[in-house]
């Protein structure tokens, strides 16, 4: 996947970004873990998410963003990240 660069910076991205908005709804954590997966293979590393993505305000944290931490961990950092 072709990557860009951030604005002014020096950060590059994927061209493609993937929305977050969805995860822990309409993708349950396994599917939402296989999604991931086929995005960062493909060359992704560009997620849109928000701390009001499926939140859950009894709980006070965002669903999406819990997940997306989870699998950040099982799945460790991408090298080009650090």
């Given at each position: 996947?072709?990557?860009?660069?951030?604005?002014?910076?020096?950060?590059?991205?994927?061209?493609?970004?993937?929305?977050?908005?969805?995860?822990?709804?309409?993708?349950?954590?396994?599917?939402?873990?296989?999604?991931l997966d086929r995005f960062r293979e493909g060359g992704g590393?560009?997620?849109d998410t928000a701390n009001i993505y499926v939140r859950d305000?009894?709980?006070?944290?965002?669903?999406?963003?819990?997940?997306?931490?989870?699998?950040?961990?099982?799945?460790?950092?991408?090298?080009?990240?650090?």
């Open positions: 996947m072709k990557q860009i660069k951030l604005g002014n910076t020096d950060l590059e991205v994927s061209e493609i970004c993937l929305g977050a908005d969805g995860i822990g709804s309409k993708l349950p954590r396994e599917l939402a873990f296989q999604v590393n560009f997620i305000f009894a709980a006070g944290y965002s669903l999406s963003e819990r997940i997306l931490g989870e699998y950040l961990r099982s799945r460790g950092k991408d090298s080009s990240e650090s």
